[in-house]
């Protein structure tokens, strides 16, 4: 029986995948898989036989990828599963920011037991207007599954749509439509868009790209919209872009406690991803991460360690290693199986920094010591007979 951990409620949809062969565990320490979307994993021990981490969601900032990797625990994501509803969020947020929508809802509320509230809105209304979205150029930084789909949208809408991702894949390249105008650097939308919104992941390159320099490259009265990951902008500076009007709108996803109360921005509970259609599309592509991984030893979509697609065994056997990247780590494989006179009918390598991964197809099931003879192997990390 195959056991698995929920840190936090997982849409049932997504668990219904598991069949009869998976038992729900509620202590982590005997779960051989975890399914977790926004508890904190960093001080939790992880236990000899967890194999796997499946984060229902992109974001993996929650879970410690390095000492997973480590313990041969491999860790997923799910991109793109929720990337329709952060666009949706996106594309309100370009309305909110064009038009005072917040600024006029709430000043409904403040008069609405006028007895003249609807000649009051009359007269009143003006304070409000804003401006339209269309003719108007948008910069989208980071053309991923959520950026191509912002751009679409928003070139459908009719926007100038400027895209700008030098990694782009060649997936997302051919969902991208012809009208977007690709450029080769973030400084050209700064230079050229009225609005600018950003899909890029946190790492040390992009933490406070959205600063004073780059701010200064921007057109007066710019627009930036965050719903990527809070530490891409720095604060202070926005702040200062904010009160001299050289930003006229910050709409964010990730309000903090410099954010929240500053005028200006608009704040939004981090709600890209909160919607029953994500969570479901997250939980099912979880799931599935999962299954394939313990059944198959397949890897699709892992943070710490290489994707690796072997397909289904049509062997007696699957040996699946977690292992070091370093030298001569296949000879020991081939040698142990040697030694015990067993034939390999298959074996798939690749590596991802310091982390590899191998799986190997034999014709007859090994005897009881195989196993320990590779676990011993200098290097290795786990070990699976599937």
């Given at each position: 029986?195959?056991?698995?951990n ?12 598991f ?12 779960a051989?898989a975890v399914?977790?979307r ?5 001080e939790m021990?992880l236990p ?8 229902a ?16 625990i491999?860790?997923?994501n799910?991109?793109g ?7 949706e969020?996106?594309i ?9 929508i ?16 609807a ?7 003006k ?6 979205i269309?003719g ?21 809408l ?16 051919w ?37 004073a ?6 057109k007066?009265?710019v ?9 891409l ?38 709600l890209g ?9 997250c ?17 699709t ?7 690796l ?7 007696a056997?699957?040996?699946?290693i977690n ?11 081939t ?8 034939n390999?009918e ?12 191998t799986?190997?197809?034999?014709k007859d099931?090994?005897?009881?010591d ?17």
């Open positions: 029986m195959i056991k698995y929920c840190l936090n409620p997982i849409a049932k949809v997504g668990l219904s995948l069949t009869d062969q998976y038992e729900k565990e509620d202590d982590i320490k005997n051989d399914l977790v926004s508890a904190s994993m960093h021990e000899d036989q967890l194999k796997a981490v499946a984060r969601g992109a974001g993996v900032n929650n879970i410690p990828l390095d000492a997973c990797a480590e313990k041969g491999v860790v997923f799910t991109p599963a929720n990337a329709n509803g952060v666009k969020l996106v309100a947020g370009l309305l909110l920011a064009s038009r005072d917040v600024g006029g809802v709430n000043w409904v509320q403040e008069i609405k037991d006028e007895e003249t509230v000649k009051l809105v009359e007269k009143g209304k304070k409000f207007a804003g401006r339209e269309q108007k150029k948008l910069g989208v930084i980071g053309l991923g599954a959520i950026g191509v789909l912002v751009a679409n949208a928003a070139n459908r009719g926007m100038q749509v400027y895209g700008c991702d030098p990694y782009i894949s060649v997936e997302h390249a969902n991208l439509s012809r009208d977007i105008k690709a450029v080769k650097t973030n400084d050209e939308i700064y230079k050229e868009c009225d609005y600018i919104t950003i899909h890029v992941p946190l790492v040390d390159s992009t933490k406070k790209m959205i600063n320099d780059t701010i200064a490259k921007m007066d009265g627009v930036i919209l965050n719903f990527a990951r809070d530490l902008v720095d604060d202070e500076a926005m702040e200062a872009a904010l009160a001299s009007g050289k930003v006229a709108k910050y709409v964010t996803d990730f309000p903090n406690a410099k954010t929240a109360g500053m005028k200006g921005v608009i704040a939004i509970p981090h991803a909160s919607t029953e259609e994500s969570e479901d599309n939980a099912v592509m979880a799931v599935k991460e999962v299954k394939d991984y313990l059944e198959n030893g397949n890897i979509n892992s943070v710490n360690y290489p994707a697609d072997a397909g289904v065994c049509q062997s056997v699957r040996v699946a292992h070091k990247n370093i030298p001569n780590m296949l000879a020991q494989f040698k142990v199986f040697s030694d015990d006179n067993i390999i298959n074996m798939v390598n690749k590596s991802r920094g310091e982390y590899a991964y799986v190997i197809d034999i099931k090994p005897e009881e195989f196993k320990t003879e590779l676990e011993s192997i200098d290097g290795v990390l786990k070990v699976r007979i599937i």
